[in-house]
């Protein structure tokens, strides 16, 4: 359409300057210059305007303009093509109003243009010249109509296609939802009942070995046993919390998580959060916390020195590092009974890679990355996941 108007008005301001009489500034050439200067502009602002959100008022004027000019060109000017400024008006208001309104507006045009086109045209072709005329503003109008019906019928088809796409991830969110439920319930009566079941029977068994008066070091035995269980309990009431979608801070549950470390591990800990905290999905909140976890019972393992935890949060990305400083020659001699001198290298790291590799999937599986490995005398695990 816009590209058509162009052409048009090439066509109409070659043909008003060939045709007489000229355009002028007094009587009838005024007239002529004024209607030439009404379809100039109509048709300029027609073809640079493609904002569709303006009024109906505001969307028929310039076609409105467009055909009474192109009709007063036919009056004063016989021999011009008026009739396609006239016809391409009546075009514009079916490309671009509703069908009833366009009709409304379109039919005095093109009765206008036919009536004028019959009266100054030859006695003998009269008929013919009106019966053209009308001819082409109903096929440009059915034409303009038409393409617009069928650019309707596309955006509403894509329309549908886009809810019908937000239905399916709706679905499938709630189908995930509903699933992470049904496995925090099942974890709940099976795994959380029969650790609290064992938590009340240890209090027991810790009672009866008070009362008498068992060996010191079966009774911290049994003590020890209890805090476990309740610790297991406390990490499968979290793991529910997280398949639940509970929003519980991550700083939180880090910093609970490297008190417990500190206390049962003996393990030297500095923990940092750097950045503005966010809320992270239920998922990528327990692959973080289950890779802290691997990633401090690592340290205390192969290193024992001091380790540091760091949480960021960068405008991309949630990044938690854990770094050690690697096993000294003093805790070389204490495990291995030969001290090498030097920190640990990357050969004296042992173990079968299963935690590393958990690690990792749980990571993947947020759409994070994972890396793992020497720094320096120790070692780094850093998880990333984007924001």
Known sequence: MHLMLWGV?????????????????SGAPLVISLALAGCVLSLIFSALTRDTGKSEAATAGLPLILGVSGNVLAAFQPAS???????????????RLRPRLALLLATPLTVAIAAITAYVGPPGDAF????????????LGAVCLFARQARLRHDY?????????DSREAQARAAAVAERSRIARDLHDILAQSLSAL??????????????????????????????????????????AALRGDDVPMADQLTSLVDRCRRDLALPITMSVTGQPRALAPEAHLAFYRGAQEALTNAARYAGSPTTVALRYTPHA????????GRTADEDDVAGGVATGSGTSPAKWTG????????????????????????????????????
């Not at 088809?157 to 796409?165: G, I, P, R, V, W």
């Not at 035995?221 to 610790?231: A, D, F, K, P, Q």
């Not at 749980?362 to 695990?381: C, K, L, M, Y």
């Open 352 to 387: 079968g890679g299963n935690g590393l590799r958990g690690m990792r999937e749980r990571i993947e599986r947020v759409g994070g990355s994972t890396h793992a490995g020497p720094a320096g005398q120790g070692w780094t695990v850093e998880m990333e996941v984007p924001a």
């Open 128 to 139: 013919q010249a009106a019966v053209a005329g009308v001819l082409l503003c109903v096929v």
């Open 318 to 325: 949630t990044v938690l590092t854990v770094s050690d400083q």
């Open 157 to 165: 088809t894509e329309l549908l296609l886009a809810e019908l796409d």
């Open 199 to 240: 938590a009340v029977q240890l209090e027991g068994a810790r009672k009866l070995a008070e009362r008498d008066h068992v060996a010191p070091a079966l009774h911290q035995l049994i003590v020890r046993s209890g805090e476990l269980t309740r610790e297991g309990l406390s990490d499968a009431r979290r793991a529910v």
């Open 81 to 95: 093509l008026a009739v396609v400024p006239a016809s391409t008006a009546v075009a514009m208001l079916f490309a």
């Open 9 to 25: 008005l090439v066509l109409t301001i070659a043909s008003v300057l060939q045709s007489r009489p000229h355009p002028g500034t």
